[in-house]
């Protein structure tokens, strides 16, 4: 059974670091890309960017280019979302998704359960 | 201001059937193939329609996808009580990055 498990909830201040991650599990990690998405309070999904763990290729969205880091290791199977200075704004849930293709075309079939990060001083 | 536009709200009675649209351009649905995504209330969003009209397995046959040019269609049939969700699409432009709309909150009144 295909799985993304995702760390839990955190609270950090502004100017604080903070990585969470994207655990895969049942399925080859290194083989599908695995993108992030994120949801500020009461809106709507917004593309973050993508990485294809077999060789660690990331793309960003431009609204997100050097604001955020995406990284992952493969001999853990596991994705990673940084941040290396929050801020109130970066309060939001974020999700990651494994990237399917059929047929030539590119679709997000599995998702973790969110992880949801409130900065506050 | 969400490149991909879908109107925020749509309602329906049980049985209806009720359709969501989602317009983009040349760029992104013009050029490739749409998704939609349904978001239960305190959920992650669950993959609902892939490659414009394709139904991952489980999703009911109430449930149907279309596009035509830059536009596409979610259409749901017999719409139910558990229905009532939030809708996005989603589509990828020409340079790989990807694209959701700004949703539609689904009420069945």
């Known amino acids: 059974e295909v799985q993304l498990v995702q760390s839990g909830a955190e609270v950090k201040k502004p100017g604080e670091s903070l990585k969470i991650s994207c655990k895969g599990s049942?399925?080859?990690?290194?083989?599908?890309?695995i993108g992030w998405v994120r949801q500020m309070p009461g809106k709507g999904l917004e593309w973050m960017g993508i990485?294809?763990?077999?060789?660690?290729?990331?793309r960003y969205s431009p609204s997100f280019q050097g604001q955020v880091t995406i990284s992952a290791d493969k001999s853990i199977s596991t994705a990673y979302l940084q941040w290396s200075s929050l801020k109130a704004s970066d309060t939001a849930m974020y999700y990651c998704?494994?990237?399917?293709?059929?047929?030539?075309?590119?679709?997000?079939?599995?998702w973790g359960q969110g992880t949801l990060v409130t900065v506050s001083s | 201001q969400s490149v991909l536009t879908q109107p925020p709200s749509a309602s329906g009675t049980p049985g209806q059937r009720v359709t969501i649209s989602c317009s983009g351009s040349s760029s992104n649905i013009g050029s490739n193939t749409v998704n939609w995504y349904q978001q239960l209330p305190g959920t992650a969003p669950k993959l609902l329609i892939y490659?414009?009209?394709q139904r991952p397995s489980g999703v009911p046959d109430r449930f149907s996808g279309s596009k035509s040019g830059t536009s596409a269609s979610l259409a749901i049939s017999g719409l139910q009580s558990e229905d009532e969700a939030d809708y996005y699409c989603?589509?990828?432009?020409?340079?790989?990055?990807?694209?959701f709309g700004g949703g539609t909150k689904l009420t069945v009144l």
């Open positions: 989603a589509a990828w432009d020409d340079s790989l990055n990807g694209l």
């Open positions: 998704a494994r990237r399917e293709i059929s047929s030539g075309w590119y679709y997000f079939d599995y």
């Open positions: 049942g399925y080859s990690f290194t083989s599908y890309w």
């Open positions: 990485i294809y763990p077999g060789d660690s290729d990331t």
């Open positions: 490659s414009n009209n």
